[in-house]
């Protein structure tokens, strides 16, 4: 009888290097990686009594990718969901500053009605940061981060950059490292602005943009669809090199629009405007009437746009992807405009929220949405610990279960063999430099 098997928590993203066929493996639980030599890792899956005599073999074991036979993979993935669920290792909270915005942007998931009113209040403000600087000094972790948002949360700028300097002297208090992020339309950036919010631990700033001005000013239109994208370009030129500006770009994968990426890249280089980034999502579908409903669709097209962007010299993702839903994390506090605490930003007002600024946690109705009902089908699936059930909206959006799960394997699949084929190219061009190749046999 077998001792080990392969665990099934295991992808394979095998390719060629040097005419020599490679198995990268990553471990999607462990987050393991290794590269071996194709025929290596063939004679550990027939279980060859040769190979078990090797330093493969046993660092396989030490690794994650061969267990003991007989354990219940499952078992072990519900252990470990608990642990990263309770992780307080650092704290984060999303918070959303206002429902309000002066976009009238084609794809928002927010009910109409939502986008011209309900800024947080100046008192509840204080209150919610009250609130979490006493779950900080509870937790004690050993940093904490904050997302802004909105709406279009430079709207109410004031108690935004008022609650952030709260929370930076309440972590510089207590000696954690404190640092935030806010996603915006641009339109209301200023040096002084800037200036104020990185004396109190801005990071990065996430600006939307969809395109070139042909496509940004038809699906990101002003209120009254007035264009911006001009002047969007033109405030990030004036606070260009103060603080690093990551761009949101989303596209529609049922349209050709995402062909024009290139006019918005080279739009920033003649503007010398400083980007650090771009990161890609398709438009998704959303819970009203939508004309956007093709999702990520053909998965070439993403590949396209990253590789666009990956020309044009800025850096490719070098962590594995990880699409874990901010409702299975318990150090993950998201604070609507009115002080609830609600599972997702992307729900609206107040929407299943298990908590009150002012009465604390409802701990039933947390520990009742880190309840994941995991089909057959997914319990034995090798990216489970990756996608963990998926994203609660679209399995309600799609199923009327928000504790369900929503399968997106293919884009997932995709997307972490991609990482782990350039992790590996990395690596073994590292080691073809030091003549450190694996041997084939």
């Known amino acids: 009888m077998p001792t080990h098997k392969i665990s099934c928590y295991i992808l394979d993203g095998s390719f060629t290097y040097r005419g020599v066929d490679y198995s990268t493996l990553h471990h999607t639980l462990t987050k393991a990686d290794c590269i071996l030599p194709r025929w290596a890792w063939k004679r550990v899956a027939d279980n060859d ?19 003991p036979a007989g354990t219940d993979e499952f078992q072990l993935f519900l252990e470990w969901r608990g642990d990263h669920a309770r992780n307080f290792n650092e704290v984060k909270s999303r918070v959303l500053y206002t ?58 700028y004031g108690v935004m950059c008022d609650s952030a300097r709260r929370r930076f002297d309440c972590c510089q208090a207590l000696g954690i490292p404190y640092r935030f992020s806010v996603t915006t339309n641009g339109k209301h950036l200023s040096v002084a602005r800037i200036d104020a919010l990185l004396e109190c631990g801005l990071e990065t700033l996430h600006v939307s943009l969809a395109g070139p001005a ?12 007035l264009p911006n994208y001009q002047k969007v370009l033109g405030n990030l030129e004036l606070i260009s090199g103060r603080v690093p500006v990551i761009i949101e770009y989303q596209y529609d994968a049922a349209a050709d629009d995402y062909r024009r990426i290139g ?34 669709g053909d998965l070439t097209i993403l590949h396209w746009i990253n590789a666009v962007i990956e020309d044009a010299g800025f850096p490719a993702e070098r962590s594995a992807p990880l699409f874990a839903c901010i409702a299975d994390q318990k ?17 609206q007002l107040g929407e299943r929220a298990y908590g009150h600024v002012t009465t604390g946690i409802d701990y039933v109705a947390e520990t009742q949405l880190l309840e994941r009902r995991f089909p057959e089908e997914c319990r034995t699936c090798a990216l489970l610990p990756t996608c963990m059930g998926g994203c609660r909206l679209r399995a309600d959006m799609e199923n009327g279960d928000f504790n369900g799960v ?11 063999k991609r990482y782990m084929r350039q992790k590996a190219k990395d690596e073994l061009e590292r080691r073809d430099a030091c003549g450190d190749l694996p041997v084939d046999e």
């Open 263 to 296: 006019e918005m890249i080279a739009d920033f280089e003649r503007r010398d405007i400083q980007i650090a980034g771009i990161e890609v999502t398709p438009i998704l579908p959303r819970r009203q009437d939508n004309h956007f409903n093709a999702g990520f």
């Open 406 to 416: 929503i399968c997106n394997r293919d884009h997932l699949e995709t997307e972490l």
């Open 214 to 225: 042909g496509v940004h000013d038809r699906l990101r239109p002003s209120l009254g669809g």
């Open 99 to 156: 429902r309000k915005c002066d976009n009238d942007c084609a794809y928002c998931s927010l009910m109409p009605h939502l986008r011209r009113g309900f800024h947080m209040s100046a008192e509840t403000a204080r209150l919610m940061d009250r609130f979490h600087a006493g779950f900080i000094a509870e937790k004690r972790p050993l940093s904490a981060r904050d997302a802004f948002l909105g709406g279009e949360p430079f709207l109410n």
């Open 331 to 347: 150090a993950y506090h998201v604070y609507d405009v009115d002080g609830s605490i609600i599972p997702c930003p992307s729900l």
């Open 49 to 67: 009594p040769e190979i078990k005599q090797t330093a493969v073999w046993s660092t396989l074991k030490a690794q994650g990718f061969l267990i």
